[in-house]
């Protein structure tokens, strides 16, 4: 055989072995995870920075937060948020006051709310009747209305802010609605850091 017409013997690629079922089902999730919320802020950015700002503004006139949330889930929610915001993990930040707001919550609204207060509900199926009740009573009231929902709200233009997940995955709703409120906290405080604007 002449040199340069030598065959060369080329190795077929082995198959790809399968992947574990359980590394493909924590891979999915993960990536779910990650990208509800990305989609999620980056549809949204524009909106959350007003929320921010009017949040900011009803806290610069004295208002204060009053959070609830549908189940027991939402209602740790809810204490979590107004803990953040009384007591800021961030040296400097100022403390604003919070309430978490739980049991008969329209009935709690009515009786707490003024008119510069800021009412966050966290529902994260988003059709919870006493969570739509109780926002339904801070509109009426003057209270700046925000809720974090789930695909389950049925009606999202009653309320100043809406923030819907439209994921069927009530973790990665759970998740995403999580990392929404602490983006609020941060961002009403990025407000105060520049009181010209409020």
């Not at 089902?25 to 995870?33: I, K, L, M, T």
């Not at 959070?67 to 400097?92: K, N, Q, R, Y």
């Not at 389950?152 to 809406?162: E, N, Q, T, V």
């Amino acid at each position: 055989m002449r040199p340069g017409n030598a065959s060369v013997a080329v190795e077929e690629p082995s198959p790809a072995a399968p992947e574990d079922p359980l590394r493909a089902v924590g891979r999915a999730r993960f990536e779910r995870s990650c990208s509800v919320p990305a989609a999620f802020f980056e549809e949204r950015s524009d909106d959350v920075s007003r929320a921010c700002w009017e949040m900011a503004r009803r806290f610069s006139r004295g208002g204060r937060l009053l959070a609830f949330g549908a189940g027991p889930a939402g209602a740790s929610d809810a204490d979590h948020v107004a803990v953040e915001f009384v007591h800021p993990v961030i040296v400097g930040k100022r403390a604003l006051p919070a309430l978490a707001l739980e049991d008969d919550l329209a009935e709690r609204v009515r009786l707490l709310g003024s008119a510069d207060d800021v009412a966050m509900a966290i529902d994260s199926r988003g059709d919870s009747p006493d969570v739509q009740a109780a926002l339904a009573v801070a509109a009426d009231r003057g209270l700046l209305t925000v809720a974090l929902a789930g695909p389950g709200l049925a009606d999202p233009s009653r309320w100043d802010h809406a923030f819907v997940v439209a994921e069927e995955d009530p973790w990665v709703v759970q998740e995403t609605l999580e990392t929404l409120y602490h983006v609020l906290w941060e961002l009403v405080h990025v407000f105060f850091d520049h009181e010209g604007l409020l």
